[in-house]
T-cell receptor, first 114, second 108 residues
Framework: NAGVTQTPKFRVLKTGQSMTLLCAQD?????MYWYRQDPGMGLRLIHY???????AKGEVPDGYNVSRLKKQNFLLGLESAAPSQTSVYFC?????????????FGDGTRLSIL | DAKTTQPNSMESNEEEPVHLPCNHS???????IHWYRQLPSQGPEYVIH???SNVNNRMASLAIAEDRKSSTLILHRATLRDAAVYYC?????????FGPGTSLSVIP
């Protein structure tokens, strides 16, 4: 069982470059989420999606865009990377609204921006 | 926004029970209490969640105070594999907030 798969696992970018992080889940979950985790801190929600074709802002959405064109995929884009976006990015999914559903997390993408 | 407060770190001896506390004095009636744990270089892993009643599963037990302003995650017999950061979070329909968590060390 793959669960939640994130690609790539590691990436180094230069300031101003763009990239897309891919999250794929094979559990037919409706809800998907993108978080970032900075050293010594908990996770902060960037954007989330409650179903195919929908997206919504989380706690720290600035500098990121997302798309959910297919139910199983949730993409996180950085249009112009900044050093402040150096972080570990986690994707998660849940069957329904996460208030009463466990979230299933991927193993993260470690992103460094020079 | 409702927040949680946890000790920064705790230690436990292997094979002994561990009680991880969490305070959430501003919890609202619709907030569920979730616990996750995170091993080094991995994503968070779901442990348990509840609303008002105590909950048990194969991993742990969750004890929720009657006024819901605090809760305790109970690991019945700590193993070395339980060494991780444990997050207590409150989850409502459109919000979930992670704090810095409790780093649990298990001593052989």
């Amino acid at each position: 069982n793959a669960g939640v798969t994130q690609t790539p696992k590691f990436r180094v970018l230069k300031t101003g470059q763009s990239m897309t992080l891919l999250c794929a889940q094979d559990m037919n979950h409706e809800y998907m989420y993108w978080y970032r985790q900075d050293p010594g801190m908990g996770l902060r929600l960037i954007h989330y999606s409650v179903g195919e074709g929908t997206t919504a802002k989380g706690e720290v959405p600035d500098g990121y865009n997302v798309s959910r064109l297919k139910k199983q995929n949730f993409l996180l884009g950085l249009e112009s990377a900044a050093p402040s976006q150096t972080s570990v990015y986690f994707c998660a999914s849940s069957r329904r609204a996460y208030s009463n559903q466990p979230q299933h997390f991927g193993d993260g993408t470690r992103l460094s921006i020079l | 926004d409702a927040k949680t407060t946890q000790p920064n770190s705790m230690e436990s001896n292997e094979e002994e029970p561990v009680h991880l506390p969490c305070n959430h004095s501003t919890i609202s009636g619709t907030d569920y209490i979730h616990w996750y744990r995170q091993l080094p270089s991995q994503g968070p892993e779901y442990v348990i969640h509840g609303l008002t009643s105590n909950v048990n599963n194969r991993m742990a037990s969750l004890a929720i105070a009657e006024d819901r302003k605090s809760s305790t995650l109970i690991l019945h017999r700590a193993t070395l594999r339980d060494a991780a950061v444990y997050y207590c979070i409150l989850s409502s329909y459109d919000k979930v907030i992670f704090g810095p968590g409790t780093s649990l060390s298990v001593i052989p």
